[in-house]
C-alpha cells in the first residue's frame, strides 16, 4: 500500500530587478541535506551550486537561473529559507576587539536584510550627451563562461564587461549587443576615455546585495561590536 503524501503549500515570491511575482515551495529534507552540505563544506562554488538547485526544483515557474544577477538569486533563496525554515537565522559572531574573538549567539530576522544599492535605473549610463550604453549585471551564465578566476585581470574584467552590455544607443538608434560582435563591443568599450570607463566600472561596484547592520556587545569584554554584513554568504557561513 502506497504511503499518504503531504501537500505542500505554494508562497508567492517577486523577483527584485524586474518585480515579476512567482510562486515557491519550502524545501523538503531530502533537499535541506544537501543544502547543508554544501553549507559546511565552505566552497563557494559549491554552495552557489547547491542554492541554484534548491531553487530551481522549488519555484514552480519557468525561471531561468542562469540570465538571473546573484542579487536575484540571493533574494529567492533568503525567501525560500524564510518559508522552509523559518524568518530567523541564527549566527555565531565573534567579538571584532583585539585579542578577544569571544563567539556569541545570535538571531537575526530575514525580514530586516536589505537589498542594498538598487536602483532600477543604474543600468542605463550615459557617456556623453549623445551616446549611452544600457548595462546588465552579471548573470550566472556570463560569470562561468568568463571565469571567476579571471577577474582579476584586465582580460577577465574587459571580457565580464563586454558579456553585460545589453544595447549601445545614440540621438538616431538603438544597437542591440546580442546583434553585435563580441570585437565590436570590445572595440567601442576600448575607445573610451578613462573618466567614461569609470562609470561603467562604478555600475559593476555598486551591484546590489543583501545586507544587514549586525551589532551586539560582547559578552566578556563589553566591546561593542558593529559588523556590516553584506552578500548571502555572510549569512550562511
Sequence with gaps: ????????????????????????????????????????????????LAVRNLITGCIDDNLNLDECPSFDIES????????????????NPKCQAEGCEELHSVEINIKDITLKDYDPNAHI??????????????????????GVD?????????????GCVKTIFDNDNVYDGNNESKQEITDFIESLT???????????????ALEY?????????????????????????
Excluded at 549611452?132 to 563562461?145: A, C, D, H, Q, V
Excluded at 577577474?151 to 563586454?162: A, K, N, P, Q, T
Excluded at 549586525?214 to 555572510?234: M, P
Design 1 to 48: 500500500m502506497a504511503l499518504p503524501k503531504i501537500d505542500v503549500p505554494r508562497y508567492p515570491v517577486v523577483l527584485p530587478s524586474t518585480g515579476e511575482s512567482y510562486t515557491m515551495r519550502p524545501y523538503l529534507v531530502k533537499e535541506e541535506k544537501v543544502l547543508l552540505l554544501a553549507l559546511e563544506s565552505q566552497d563557494p562554488a559549491q554552495i552557489a
Design 76 to 91: 529567492l533563496f533568503l525567501a525560500l529559507r524564510g518559508i522552509s525554515v523559518g524568518e530567523t537565522i541564527p549566527l
Design 194 to 208: 578613462s573618466e567614461q570607463f569609470k562609470k561603467v566600472q562604478e555600475f559593476f561596484s555598486n551591484t546590489p
Design 125 to 146: 549610463i550615459k557617456l556623453t550627451d549623445s551616446v549611452g550604453i544600457t548595462m546588465r549585471y552579471p548573470s550566472l551564465e556570463i560569470i562561468n563562461e568568463v
Design 150 to 162: 579571471k577577474f582579476d585581470s584586465i582580460d577577465g574584467i574587459m571580457e565580464l564587461v563586454v
Design 213 to 237: 547592520n549586525l551589532e551586539f556587545d560582547c559578552d566578556k569584554c563589553e566591546h561593542h561590536n558593529n559588523l556590516e554584513l553584506r552578500g548571502l554568504s555572510s549569512f550562511f557561513i
